[in-house]
């Protein structure tokens, strides 16, 4: 984690809610933390972190258990409150549900948000194997399936925009690192209607994702796809490939019409 200032304003940016919510991400990063590690890691004096510690647990947003400090659960509010208001999770949840019945896989939901993947929605059939990524993970959006059917949507302006925010960083052997290859891919994607993520994100994980078109002008990019074991999924793929066209046609429909 980068190292922080404690200078309370600068330029457009004020120091301490900044610093607060390093405090935040790391906690959410290690799980627990004690204010010596919170101290260490933010080169912080230690008499700081521990008043920024007792600002967040009075607050609400962190909870103090034996001078172990963890992230609150009132984020869970905040976070199932943000995704509630979204249209698109509104409309797709059902189907979500039942595309992951049909495909006897992992579904997932997914929209932009700052020009990274956020995990809407997933759900999993009795089948499938649970991929582990929980709800509202926010990850690089060339390591998914969902992250590239919805860069496959976006202008090349706006895709190196991400790019030069983000980066392409990787995450396994066969991670994209290179902005040429990402646009090599995603044309790929674009002429053949799907993405599809090969063990770029997780090892022996493949998915496919479909963009879901919406022509509302509000509603956030979103992408549907359905993820699992690499073999298993390239076994049954020209099923996955038609059960989401038929779940991303009526997430449409019902977007646009309703």
Known sequence: MDKISTNDDSGNSIKSVETGFKIIEYLHDVEVATATEVSNELDLPLSTAHVYLKTLEQIGYVVCESQNYRIGLRFLHHGGVARHKLRIYQIAKHEISDLSEKTQE????????????????????????????????????????????????????????????????????????????????????????????????????????????????????????????????????????????????VIGLKCNHY
């Open 106 to 249: 992992v579904a997932n939901l997914g929209v932009e948000e700052n020009g990274q993947r956020v995990l809407l929605q997933k759900a999993e059939a009795p089948e499938g194997v649970y991929d582990n990524p929980p709800i509202g993970q926010f990850t690089n959006m060339h390591w998914t399936a969902l992250g590239k059917a919805m860069l496959s949507t976006m202008s090349p302006e706006q895709v190196e925009k991400i790019v030069s925010v983000h980066g392409l960083p990787k995450a396994t052997e066969n991670t994209i690192t290179t902005l040429d290859t990402l646009v090599e891919e995603l044309d790929r994607t674009r002429e053949r209607g799907y993405s599809i993520e090969d063990e770029e994100r997780r090892r022996r994980i493949r998915a496919i994702g479909i963009p879901i078109e919406i022509s509302d002008g509000v509603s956030s990019t979103s992408a549907i796809s359905v993820s699992g074991p690499r073999s298993r999924i390239q076994k049954k793929e020209d099923e996955i490939i038609d059960a989401l066209y038929n779940t991303a046609n």
